[in-house]
């Protein structure tokens, strides 16, 4: 090797998971910070596990509960129509209803 070229090379750097695993290991640096380890990594551990940065995850999830909320609220076109024709029906049973009261008057 060429001297004075080449960084400080430690054995036995920290490795520290956000999970707090700590393992060591050959490093230019004498600790790492990982967010992610074989530990915690879901590959590993075959649960679901959101590796969130900047709320991301958690932002989304608060837009789609309040997308829900809105769309529980609606009410699709057949529901309308239903409705509508519900009135309608309603109306004219009631003209007749309204015709045959006249017809007994008169
Ligand atoms: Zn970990």
Redesign the pocket.
């Known amino acids: 090797m060429k001297k004075d070229i080449h960084p400080e090379y430690h054995t036995d750097t920290a490795v520290t998971?956000?999970?707090?695993?700590k393992f060591t290991t050959g490093s230019t640096l004498k600790a790492i910070r990982?967010e992610?380890?074989g530990?915690?990594?879901p590959f590993y551990t075959g649960k679901q596990k959101f590796v969130d940065t900047a709320r991301r995850v958690e932002k989304f999830q608060e837009r789609t509960v309040k997308k829900a909320a809105i769309a529980a609220g609606r009410k699709g076109k057949k529901v309308k129509k239903e409705a509508a024709a519900k009135k309608k029906a309603a109306a004219k049973t009631e003209k007749k209803t309204a015709k045959k009261a006249d017809k007994t008057k008169a």
């Open positions: 998971c956000a999970c707090g695993n990982v992610l380890c530990n915690c990594h």
